[in-house]
């Protein structure tokens, strides 16, 4: 299977492109030096394609670096977005722009050259036409046009198309498709990724939605005595999302050519419809639903009448066309921008810099309150109370991968505590799941939630309650550690000044050739409410002392008895008294989604120590509490954390009367929700 290699995928265009590339069952390498972009977009894209895209964070004048990504995948072509791109700011460093956006591309060709891919598409631009008004007929503009660009960005876009021109010429085997983009506007429909300008933009729209969010006062327009309708000037806005199409359409028609034949040509990406910036105000107004300040001012130097594409030649050959109108672009900027008012930057959330992937954490903290997140299983690495740490936690985040972590803080799934025999029926099919404790299969398997890689997180903050949550989604196959159906798993990590909430969600994929499965999800946070050594100390208050009595492999009898000694219905300290039992609520849920159950407070926690509070609540029909008394890992011993798992009953997916808790069929949603509250 051969790869896209894009450079500068994290950006707008790119992280749109990246999504259509995989929508169309292409494998895609990333490179970015990110300095005008940032990782978040490329997590963003993760999340929303549920598949992992490996990132390598390179200069592209890094040969040497760049030239370790062609050895590590078998890439079949470029497309190639990473650039400077303000045409302002290129007025004043124009070196810079030469040096980088050139600089860049001769590298990556050279470093093609030596791995003999040669195939590229460049992101070029309608900017190399230059003022297109200057002759007559030209408007529309076709790739006939003659360039003649007005500012050093434009120069450096003719430049590499040059040298591409130049390279073919050298070379016929090269293929090299030329994209001129006419003027991209929008976001992706999901409202997740969207064009994140730094500073104060310089384009209509990206500034127009900052008016609307009340970080800019007002709309300047630049001129209302230009000769169209209105007296704006006319523009060609183009969807991002057609935009990003209009790659994969070139890709296809450069693998379309014989295996020996090579191409050098341009394509305009445009709608071929003029709008004018009151066409494009009045449209993003109605998108946001009232009007919005704006002021016609001078002129803006540089600005011409009509930029409008001729698109037929894209149309024709690609076979691509732009659909979408700047109306639908309009919505999809302002649902970006009311999810993401600071783009990618979320308040009180920050995340370790330079690490990608699996090793990003995640943290979100407020005055004495502090949560960090891993995507390796959706882990809780950390919380802390007044500087404080509450839970039991690495030092170094490879730690969590020993076979040893008794899945400290981990998400626990797709089938949380025990299945007798490793075996279940559904709709009177058997399946058998990994055995990896005894005859039972526990938490998954051995390669349960707990050990997975979590895509995303979408981060967000609410000024309504001031709460900022971080929602990472898993992709389970079909058949993993003999699990049936492909499930999709989403957990939300909602934090507040003191507490800590998180909502699980799961649903087979549409695309599952499977119709039913069993899920059970928790997680298996270690709490230590003093830090440090034991928790016999700890006081703890259980909701219920009805448990559920287990037999010698730890599967229930189906008896539910009371538990008497200690009598947990009084607070008591826990001692040397050792749990690892299922503990049932008298009015217990027994739904597949108990999100919309009452909150229960089922453990109440405190150390006289520390004086930390700790209270656990949950939709759940049941706890496992569990003192920790197997726990044997790298500076931890027994007893050093216990765990309250809010869960479905043990062993439901195999007891007809609960198994309703835990099947899942297509269309239905299995859900729950758990919080930690600290004092
Ligand atoms: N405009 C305003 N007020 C603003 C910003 C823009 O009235 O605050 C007007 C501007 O005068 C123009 C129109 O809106 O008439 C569009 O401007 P802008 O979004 O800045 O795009 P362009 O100037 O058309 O340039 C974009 C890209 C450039 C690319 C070109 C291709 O910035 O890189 O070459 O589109 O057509």
């Not at 693998?255 to 993003?284: C, I, M």
């Not at 407020?366 to 404080?388: L, R, W």
């Not at 230590?528 to 009898?557: H, K, M, Q, R, Y």
Request: charged fraction near 20%; aromatic fraction near 10%; include cysteine.
């Amino acid at each position: 299977m051969s790869y896209i290699l894009v450079t500068g995928g994290a950006g707008y265009i790119g992280s749109h492109t990246v999504i259509e590339l995989i929508n169309h069952g292409y494998k895609v390498v990333i490179v970015d030096n990110l300095v005008n972009s940032s990782y978040d977009s490329v997590s963003r894209v993760e999340y929303i394609v549920k598949q992992k895209i490996p990132f390598y964070k390179i200069d592209l004048r890094d040969s040497d670096g760049l030239s370790k990504v062609f050895d590590d995948y078998p890439i079949s072509a470029v497309i190639h977005f990473a650039a400077l791109k303000a045409v302002g700011e290129s007025t004043t460093i124009p070196l810079k722009y030469f040096e980088n956006n050139v600089g860049c591309t001769i590298s990556l060709l050279n470093v093609m050259k030596y791995h003999n891919v040669k195939t590229v598409v460049f992101s070029s631009s309608a900017t190399v036409y230059g003022d297109a008004t200057r002759f007559e007929n030209m408007i529309p503009i076709p790739e006939e046009c003659p360039t003649g660009p007005t500012n050093p960005y434009g120069h450096t876009k003719l430049t590499i198309e040059t040298i591409l021109k130049d390279l073919h010429a050298s070379d016929p085997q090269w293929r090299a498709a030329i994209l001129r983009y006419f003027n991209p506007i929008g976001a992706h429909p999901s409202g997740l990724i969207g064009e994140d300008p730094l500073g104060i933009p310089n384009n209509l729209l990206p500034f127009l939605a900052q008016v609307a969010v009340g970080r800019r006062a007002k709309l300047s327009i630049f001129g209302d005595d230009y000769e169209s309708h209105d007296g704006t000037p006319i523009r060609d806005y183009i969807h991002v999302v057609d935009l990003a199409k209009g790659h994969i359409a070139a890709l296809n028609y450069l693998s379309s050519l014989k295996p020996s034949q090579g191409l050098y040509r341009e394509w305009n990406l445009g709608t071929g419809k003029g709008s004018t910036v009151f066409d494009v105000y009045h449209a993003f107004c109605r998108a946001v639903g009232h009007d919005l300040p704006y002021e016609v001012v001078g002129r803006r130097d540089g600005d011409v009448l009509n930029l409008t594409s001729k698109p037929n030649r894209a149309n024709k050959e690609l076979q691509w066309m732009a659909h979408l109108t700047i109306d639908d672009a309009c919505r999809d900027l302002w649902n970006w921008t009311t999810k993401n008012p600071l783009g990618f930057h979320v308040k009180n959330y920050s995340v370790n810099e330079d690490a990608y992937g699996e090793d990003r954490v995640h943290t979100v903290e407020y005055p004495g309150f502090k949560v960090s997140i891993a995507n390796y299983g959706a882990t809780i690495i950390d919380i802390e109370v007044n500087g404080k740490p509450v839970v039991c936690k690495f030092d170094n985040l490879r730690d969590y991968h020993l076979p040893s972590n008794p899945c400290f803080g981990a998400t626990i799934g797709r089938y949380a505590n025990r299945i007798g025999g490793a075996q279940f029926t559904i709709g009177g099919k058997q399946y058998d799941v990994e055995k990896n404790e005894g005859a039972n299969c526990l938490h998954g398997g051995s390669h349960g939630f707990n050990t997975q890689y979590f895509y995303g997180p979408i981060a967000t903050h609410s000024e309504e309650d001031d709460s900022t949550t971080l929602k990472f989604v898993s992709f389970d196959k079909d058949g993993h550690a003999g699990f049936p159906g492909d499930l999709i798993t989403t957990v939300a990590f909602k934090v507040q000044p003191k507490s800590l909430e998180f909502e699980f969600e799961s649903s087979l994929s549409p695309k599952s050739s499977v119709d039913a499965t069993v899920v059970n999800l928790t997680n298996h946070s270690y709490f230590n409410l003093c830090g440090e050594g034991t928790i016999n100390e700890t006081e703890l208050l259980l909701a219920s002392n009805n448990f559920l009595e287990v037999d010698s492999a730890l599967l229930p009898t189906r008896s539910i008895k009371k538990w008497t000694r200690p009598d947990v219905s009084k607070p008591f300290t826990v001692g040397t008294a050792v749990f690892d039992n299922c503990f049932v609520l008298s009015d217990y849920s027994s739904k597949l989604d108990t999100r919309k159950e009452r909150m229960v407070d089922v453990v109440h926690a405190s150390h006289p120590g520390s004086k930390v509070k700790l209270t656990v609540s949950t939709t759940e029909p049941s706890f496992q509490l569990y003192t920790g008394d197997g726990v044997d890992t790298k500076g931890f011993f027994h007893r050093a954390g216990f765990a309250v798992e809010p869960c479905r009953f043990v062993n439901a997916a195999r007891v007809d009367d609960w198994k309703k808790q835990v099947v899942l069929k297509k269309g239905e949603v299995y859900g729950s929700r758990i919080r930690y509250t600290f004092e």
